[in-house]
């Protein structure tokens, strides 16, 4: 997967779960961070460095962080001390694999309803001229 569908698929996954405005801030910023490193599978960050980045405090990121997590889209090791550099590691979203994050995306597919509508279901207006 390259980094235009990894935007692109996020981009369709938010719009049919809700997602945090800094969780979003949080993930396009750790694509373009891991780009620069080359898409390596671990890249390091300090807290600091990616709040400064995203404008946000450090909790704020500390909450975005493992929202993401949850949802399945980021791995990370924290760093044990403050001023240390916590771990990152982006990962491949399958269709299933975002489903724990919220309450709409945790019954997502498994207990949605599937509604088929044929043609000869749908009412017609006949517009007269």
Do not use: H
């Amino acid at each position: 997967m390259n980094y235009i569908e990894l935007l692109n698929q996020f981009y369709e996954f938010i719009q049919c779960s809700q997602v945090s405005n800094n969780a979003q801030l949080l993930y396009y910023t750790l694509l373009a961070i891991n780009n620069k490193c080359s898409w390596s599978d671990w890249f390091s960050r300090t807290n600091v460095n990616i709040s400064g980045m995203m404008g946000i405090s450090e909790k704020a990121l500390i909450r975005a962080r493992a929202e993401l997590k949850q949802i399945g889209l980021i791995d990370f090791i924290p760093s044990k001390k403050r001023g240390e550099c916590t771990k990152y590691s982006i990962l491949y979203p399958t269709k299933d694999s975002t489903k724990g994050g919220t309450n709409e995306s945790t019954n997502g597919s498994t207990n949605a309803v599937q509604t088929t509508v044929q043609s000869s279901d749908i009412n017609k207006l006949k517009l007269n001229n």
